[in-house]
């Protein structure tokens, strides 16, 4: 079959765009509306057209954030309020957490985040082709295409966050809260006070004992959160307990980190 699964790492075998690209993208959206038939009113082949056209012919180092505008605007989905999941280097527990409870969601649980999830693409100046030799990593260039793809489907996503959202952060590290972050530097700027009521930061500790939520770091996080109006408590909580909840979630609820 040429559907890719979720958490296939396509990129680590291809240095240039995902083989198959335009197949993978337009199966994962067909497979995406087939299991949400809400979702029905999207064109996979119109959203193919308007995501190949943000990129393609442009220097794979100058992709800007905002050559995704028109894309993202294809892309119609609403994302209900009290069911958005952020999170900053805890990428497995977020997305496992959100998985088992199906209380939360993620932006690779929308359908944007769903279709590029792991892979890599990029084009050539002056050409129409995509690139399959070599396409620059994460690092490399920052005006990259497919850092400036997650950094504009980030910010759409954020934008939309109503009610109570949640943020799961990595106590394990010195900084969970990370200024240079997707969720430090695009997310937490674009959160709409009129809009959001509360967020419940909650940072996931290997150690027991952890007290990340004291930490400079948190503080830092809080200062902004403050400025913004935007309302907020912090728990650490012990990832043993958070892998309980995965194991054995309570349907429907996301108690188990309250
Ligand atoms: N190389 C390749 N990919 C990277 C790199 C890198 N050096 N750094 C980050 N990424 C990509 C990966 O796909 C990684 O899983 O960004 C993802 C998130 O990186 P983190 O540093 O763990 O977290 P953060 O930058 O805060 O981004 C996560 O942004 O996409 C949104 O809603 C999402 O809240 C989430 C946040």
Request: some cysteine; overall charge negative; proline content about 3%.
């Amino acid at each position: 079959s040429m559907s890719v699964q979720l958490g296939d790492n396509t990129q680590t075998t291809t240095k240039g765009t995902t083989t198959n690209l335009k197949t993978v993208v337009i199966e994962r959206c067909r497979d995406y509306i087939r299991t949400f038939p809400q979702m029905s009113s999207n064109n996979c082949d119109a959203i193919w057209e308007a995501f190949q056209n943000s990129f393609l012919g442009k220097d794979p180092c100058n992709v800007k954030v905002e050559d995704y505008d028109l894309f993202i605007t294809t892309v119609q989905q609403d994302i209900p309020c009290n069911k958005s999941l952020f999170w900053s280097k805890t990428s497995q527990i977020a997305h496992d957490f959100a998985k088992a409870t199906k209380c939360l969601m993620t932006l690779e649980d929308t359908l944007l985040g769903y279709m590029m999830d792991g892979l890599k693409w990029c084009g050539k100046q002056h050409s129409k082709e995509l690139n399959y030799t070599s396409c620059p990593g994460w690092v490399e260039c920052e005006l990259n295409p497919v850092r400036s793809f997650w950094r504009r489907a980030s910010a759409h996503f954020a934008e939309l966050a109503c009610g109570n959202v949640m943020v799961m952060l990595n106590g394990s590290i010195d900084t969970p809260f990370n200024k240079q972050s997707i969720f430090g530097s695009v997310e937490i700027k674009r959160f709409d006070s009129e809009k959001i009521n509360y967020i419940s930061i909650r940072v996931i500790d290997s150690l027991q004992d952890r007290v990340s939520c004291n930490s400079m770091s948190l503080e830092d996080l809080g200062k902004i959160l403050k400025n913004a109006s935007l309302n907020f408590d912090c728990k650490d909580i012990d990832k043993s307990e958070v892998e309980r909840c995965i194991n054995d979630p309570i349907p429907h609820s996301c108690d188990c980190v309250n």
